[in-house]
């Protein structure tokens, strides 16, 4: 495998797994932030807040994931050139 092909490869697995990473654990803190409002309705200021704190620190992960792909996408050759190495330098 070229390196082109293992760096495209890496770059598009890289952001797609990390999206559904991100997507599961929102939605398991949004389930455990309801569970707990449910067992007691007067802390839900306080889970409400903890939740909102909890759910921007991981939306940082995948910004940072991102901002990884944008960068690792300017290191990729042009799709034309690595046809043209791959079939042999026609």
Known sequence: MSYEAALALGVSLGVSISTIVTSLSMG????AAMEAI?????AAGNIRTLLLITLALIEALV????LVFILLQGKLAPVAE???ITAGGM
């Open 28 to 31: 398991k803190a949004a389930a």
């Open 38 to 42: 449910a067992r007691q309705p007067d």
């Open 63 to 66: 910004l940072y994931c991102l």
């Open 82 to 84: 690595v046809v043209k």
